[in-house]
Every structure is written in structure tokens, then in C-alpha cells.
């Protein structure tokens, strides 16, 4: 999306990306809460993504309640996204240094919620799972 503004352009997140950091709020609450690091990541998204002000608030907004896999909408991602989705998923759930067993769990709900063939999800979870433990000091 851009907007022609005073000889400069103005970028904002795509529709798909939005989906990605908006799925991804039933990551943060896997555990049962969301805390700092998580926030701190999503926002790290936000940013990358160039989110709007609007569509910050509007995400910061719907992660204050807590989300199940039920609230991600499957129509909003398109194949490629979901297999992003999933990737971010498995770093997100090592936002706080360690991966717990409940985020354990709803990585490999999310696979399936996200109708990825089971060889190729567990692929896509182990590398990410990989690139995170090597990078946790970043992550932490």
C-alpha cells in the first residue's frame, strides 16, 4: 500500500502481513500469558512490516484478550503465508529464551490448523526451531 503525500511515498503493511502478526497473537497467549518479550517481538514485527499507527493500535487492541488457534482465520493467509506464519510462530514461542510445553503443543496445532502436510510442518518447525536456539541471545 503506498500514499502519495508531498513528493514522499507512504508505506504500510500489507493486508497479508497484518494476518500474519494478527495469527500470531494466539502464539503469545499459548502459555497462558503474554508477556514483555512476546510483546516486544510482535512490535519488532510491526515495525519491520510498517505497520501504521492504526494498525498497531488496532493489533496492541486485540492481543489484550487473550486468543486461541479458533480466532485465526484461515481465509485472510494464503499458502505461502501460512508456512511464514508458522516459521514466526516457533520464533515467537522462544521470545523468552526456551520454548514452553504448552507453545510446544500449539506449534503443532497450528500445522494442522493451517492444513501444512505434517512432513513439510515439521520441517518448517525444525528449522525454525534451529535458527531461533541459535540466535536466542538476539531473541532474549
Request: proline share 1%; net charge negative; aromatic share 4%.
Amino acid at each position: 500500500m503506498t500514499d502519495e503525500r508531498a513528493g514522499s511515498i507512504l508505506v504500510t503493511m500489507h493486508e497479508q502481513e497484518y494476518a500474519i502478526v494478527h495469527a500470531l497473537i494466539p502464539i503469545a497467549w499459548a502459555d497462558g500469558s503474554f508477556e514483555e518479550q512476546e510483546k516486544e517481538m510482535l512490535e519488532a514485527l510491526l515495525d519491520a512490516y510498517q505497520a501504521s499507527e492504526a494498525q498497531k493500535s488496532a493489533l496492541r487492541e486485540y492481543a489484550k484478550e487473550k486468543r486461541t488457534l479458533d480466532d485465526i482465520d484461515l481465509q485472510e493467509l494464503s499458502a505461502s503465508d501460512r508456512r511464514v506464519l508458522l516459521q514466526h510462530a516457533v520464533l515467537l514461542s522462544y521470545a523468552d529464551g526456551h520454548q514452553h510445553a504448552d507453545e510446544t503443543k500449539i506449534i503443532a496445532d497450528l500445522g494442522t490448523k493451517l492444513r501444512i502436510p505434517a512432513d513439510e510442518a515439521k520441517s518448517i518447525v525444525a528449522d525454525a526451531e534451529a535458527r531461533a536456539k541459535k540466535n536466542l541471545g538476539m531473541l532474549g
